[in-house]
């Protein structure tokens, strides 16, 4: 994954592993990938920085490489501000949105699609407009999820849809019901909008208790969809529903127009839409650069990545905003309340498709009562009638205890426990899965998206100096692509203002 953004695995893996699986003959073989935690710890513990062997000036750095300073890069370039360089410290733009590539197909790491934006959504639908994915306000299909989109595995074989309904009650469904009419009058109520900054934020008192307990003020006490609504807050928040503030865990379910053709998904997830940012902005964005140091130098800045320092009028810093007090000298403590979520991700290579029972396997599949949120399929979207091999990126956020030791238990697990926890969680699922996969891929996140616990919407950073400008979407609290590109794009526009 060099400056040319293809992907070179050899330069990317970092860790490597050869294993037979514990029950059966089968060669598994895979590697840890993205070492880049290394590069965060010399920040964390102030190690000796690199004299700079030549300075460059320019007008303006964005600090972090992910869709928040790319949408900054975006908008820079749309108002035809061009003097401007972006720092990315991993060999890969894209942060949460990074993707790899195999012989098979590309996978996406992380995010891995976007839902259809509403009308409030004007950034999104603008940029999908430039990349062809909107014409005329109709959508594309060929970017729109194919059918069957999700379903659940749940008492033994595969249902449609992920509300749990094999074996669902009577008082069960009525509480599905008069949960969605909950819903519906909290969307009709413009309190829970995205971007966020854009609903009215009078239900303050809903941030002051968690979802599981305004769920359990409800009445709402049926395990399926208590069960379901947690799975929604590990989904987008890393964090169990006893943690996520009510108000967060409402606006997962309120905050979207309700439609029926969604998501916008790629084979190579959101990596698809940094292609296309690439593709326009890549002369400005410079990989392999991390940002160590900012100061202040007269009335601007002076940035150094790397050995090289740049001397410039304004920062805008798009990176999770707890790593400015590492880099920004005479910078004020982080704010304390901000949390960020741990998670494991894996992409499986199959040769073959696994046996099973139920519903046709689908882009979105989960696992009743799974750690895991389950697995999507990179090969959903493609057109091929027949297509036996097969990419699965699999996804568990580690949310049960303190994120601190979430990411302890990253760094001293190695492939052989993961590849082996991830092939048990299928199993019941995929009774032959260790007969089908030939490799797994790991990857480590140890700070993969600020969690909106109870409380978050009092947190606020400290003041930025003035000439630096923040723009990741913690500042939201939410780890959304909108709200990622809305930061971006407004702390580009304060910059230019």
Known sequence: MGRDHTVNRRAF??????????????????????????????????????????????????????????????????????????????????????WGENEITPFPWAAHYVPLPGKNSTLVRELFEEFGVLRDGVWEERHLCHSPQERLFLHGRWQEGLLPDVAATARDRQQYRRFEHRMAGFRASGEFRIPMETGARRALDLDRLSMAAWMKAEGFDSSYLNWYVDYACRDDYGARASETSAWAGIHYFAAREQEEHGPLTWPEGNGWIVRQLLRKLGRHVRTDSMVDRIGRRGNGFRVLAGDVEYHCDRVLFAAPTFLLPYVLENALAPVGAVEYSPWITANLTLDRPPVERGAPRAWDNVIFNSPSLGYVVATHQSLRTRQDRSVWTWYRPLCDGPPAAGRQMLLVRDWSYWKETILNDLTPAHPDIRSCVSRIDVMRLGHAMVRPRVGFLSARPAPAPRGLFLANSDLSGLSLFEEAQYRGVRAAEKALG
Not at 14 to 37: E, M, N, P, Q, Y
Not at 64 to 71: E, H, K, R, V, Y
């Open 13 to 98: 893996f970092t860790t490597a592993f050869l294993g037979l699986t514990a029950k059966a003959d089968r060669l598994i073989t895979g590697r840890i990938v993205d070492d880049s935690h290394l590069l965060g710890h010399k920040l964390r513990e102030r190690a000796k920085r690199l004299s700079p062997k030549r300075v460059e000036r320019i007008s303006l750095v964005i600090a972090g490489g992910g869709i928040a300073g790319l949408s900054a890069a975006w908008q820079l370039d749309k108002r035809g501000f061009r003097d401007f360089v972006l720092l990315e410290m991993e060999k890969q733009a894209g942060g949460n949105a990074r």
